[in-house]
C-alpha cells in the first residue's frame, strides 16, 4: 500500500517508492538521504504536528511536513 510520509504514524515504517517533488526540495531530500529503497521509520511529532522526527539510515532527521508530504512510501500491511 503507497502512503506519503506525512500520513505516518509513530513507530509506524516504509521503504520509499519515489519523491514527489521538483527543483530545490527533491534536492534537499536526497542529500538527506532519502531516496527510492531508503527504510524510513517515523518516530514522533512535535506537539502541534511540525516538524516530524524520523530514523533513517542509522540517523535521526527531523522533517517539515511540506517535504514528508513529498515522499511516497511504502507500508507492509
Do not use: H, W
Amino acid at each position: 500500500m503507497l502512503v506519503k510520509l506525512n500520513e505516518f504514524i509513530p513507530e509506524q515504517s516504509g521503504v520509499v517508492k519515489k519523491i514527489q517533488a521538483e527543483g530545490k526540495i527533491r534536492r534537499r531530500l536526497f542529500d538527506m538521504g532519502i531516496t527510492p529503497g531508503a527504510v524510513i521509520v517515523m518516530r514522533k511529532t512535535a506537539p502541534l504536528g511540525d516538524p516530524i522526527e524520523v530514523n533513517l539510515r542509522g540517523y535521526e532527521l527531523s522533517l517539515r511536513k511540506s517535504e514528508a508530504e513529498c515522499v511516497v512510501m511504502e507500508v507492509e500491511k
